[in-house]
């Protein structure tokens, strides 16, 4: 049977926001009806890609009109409590950019009300779908893993913001920025799906103008531990998670590239499904509206996550 279509308002224009309309756009189980951003040029981006495209410069226009089914919340994380809890409470389901929030109590009420409504509500979790992470998820319920002995999350970056978020201010900002929350936060997540919920054990970290520079931090994964690095530094972009077992070990790169380890060493596995994309995720959202399951993270997870994140903030 063919799937209905979700009117989709979007909130935020940025790097994200505009990558999901163009996805929405070539969707065709997705129409974007209304899309807004306080951003004269943002607006003019989209209006000049788009000219057919509804657009404003108040959210709360998206919030307001009674044809949209969902919102696509890819603003600044400070506002993705007020976003997401007056569009939940107006019927709406919400697909969220990550992190969650960065107040604890602001998070802990988006969790609240998703559960007070039962409105389906989901983070962009990068690796809730990605092939790779999907694979290894399943070799650990299979066994094929074995013990699972620990979990290592490494990210390196020569500069940050990267270059395609330059132009979002508070990416660079301690206050809701720096690379744990914007990306540290997807492998953390990843560990909590397939090994369990974390709990520290000490966290240090060092800031300077552009946010924090270097972390460190461990963590407890039903009684695994869960090392985590990172630092802004001359080298390569790095972006790694690894779960050691007892009969084998796996590797996650560069966002989907999958490595078995044994005593020979690593090696690249293929991968035949999917790599997993924000088509996927926008299509898997959409038809989770409509009442079929998901693999998404729901706030919920997202709130574990945050938790997590802000433990190094507050160390």
Same mark, same amino acid.
């Given at each position: 049977? =063919?799937?209905? +279509?979700?009117?989709?308002?979007?909130?935020?224009?940025?790097?994200?926001?505009?990558?999901?309309?163009?996805?929405?756009?070539?969707?065709?189980?997705?129409?974007?009806?209304?899309? %807004?951003?306080?951003?004269? !040029? !943002?607006?003019?981006?989209?209006?000049?890609?788009?000219?057919?495209?509804? /657009?404003?410069?108040?959210?709360?226009?998206? /919030?307001?009109? =009674?044809?949209?089914?969902? #919102?696509?919340?890819?603003?600044?994380?400070?506002? *993705? !409590?007020?976003?997401?809890?007056?569009?939940? =409470?107006?019927?709406?389901? +919400?697909?969220?950019? =990550?992190?969650?929030? #960065?107040?604890?109590?602001? !998070?802990?009420?988006?969790?609240?009300? %998703?559960?007070? $409504?039962?409105?389906?509500?989901?983070?962009?979790?990068?690796?809730?779908?990605?092939?790779?992470?999907?694979?290894?998820?399943?070799?650990?319920?299979?066994?094929?893993?074995?013990? &699972?002995?620990?979990?290592?999350?490494?990210?390196?970056?020569?500069?940050?913001?990267?270059?395609?978020?330059?132009?979002?201010?508070?990416?660079?900002?301690?206050?809701?920025?720096?690379?744990?929350?914007? &990306?540290?936060? *997807?492998?953390?997540?990843?560990?909590?799906?397939? #090994?369990?919920? /974390?709990?520290?054990?000490?966290?240090?970290?060092?800031?300077?103008?552009?946010?924090?520079?270097?972390?460190?931090?461990?963590?407890?994964?039903?009684? #695994?531990?869960?090392?985590?690095?990172?630092? +802004?530094?001359?080298?390569?972009? $790095?972006?790694?998670? $690894?779960?050691?077992?007892?009969?084998?070990?796996?590797?996650?790169?560069?966002?989907?590239?999958?490595?078995?380890?044994?005593?020979?060493?690593?090696?690249?596995?293929?991968?035949?499904?999917?790599?997993?994309?924000?088509?996927?995720?926008?299509?898997?959202?959409?038809?989770?509206?409509?009442?079929?399951?998901?693999?998404?993270?729901?706030?919920?997870?997202?709130?574990?996550?945050?938790? &997590?994140?802000?433990?190094?903030?507050?160390?």
């Amino acid at each position: 049977m =063919k799937q209905k +279509v979700l009117r989709l308002g979007i909130i935020g224009l940025g790097a994200m926001g505009a990558e999901m309309l163009d996805v929405a756009n070539r969707s065709a189980v997705v129409e974007v009806v209304l899309a %807004a951003d306080p951003s004269a !040029a !943002a607006l003019d981006r989209a209006g000049t890609a788009y000219p057919e495209l509804a /657009l404003t410069s108040d959210p709360a226009d998206v /919030l307001a009109r =009674k044809d949209i089914d969902a #919102v696509y919340i890819a603003s600044p994380p400070t506002t *993705h !409590a007020g976003y997401s809890i007056t569009a939940m =409470k107006s019927g709406k389901a +919400v697909f969220c950019e =990550k992190p969650l929030a #960065v107040d604890a109590s602001e !998070a802990a009420e988006m969790v609240a009300v %998703a559960a007070e $409504t039962a409105v389906v509500n989901a983070l962009n979790f990068s690796l809730s779908d990605r092939s790779a992470a999907v694979r290894v998820g399943r070799a650990v319920r299979d066994g094929q893993a074995g013990a &699972v002995l620990g979990v290592d999350i490494r990210l390196s970056f020569p500069q940050w913001p990267r270059d395609f978020q330059r132009g979002a201010g508070w990416v660079a900002g301690r206050e809701q920025g720096g690379f744990l929350r914007e &990306v540290g936060s *997807h492998f953390v997540f990843l560990t909590d799906r397939i #090994v369990g919920p /974390l709990s520290r054990i000490h966290t240090h970290v060092v800031y300077g103008s552009q946010g924090e520079t270097a972390a460190a931090g461990l963590f407890s994964a039903n009684g #695994v531990p869960v090392r985590v690095s990172g630092q +802004v530094a001359a080298g390569p972009e $790095t972006y790694e998670w $690894t779960l050691y077992g007892s009969q084998r070990s796996y590797r996650i790169t560069a966002w989907g590239d999958l490595w078995l380890g044994d005593a020979d060493g690593w090696h690249r596995t293929e991968l035949p499904q999917p790599r997993g994309s924000e088509e996927s995720r926008l299509a898997e959202f959409a038809a989770a509206v409509h009442g079929a399951p998901s693999t998404l993270a729901d706030f919920a997870t997202g709130l574990r996550v945050q938790h &997590v994140i802000e433990s190094f903030h507050q160390s």
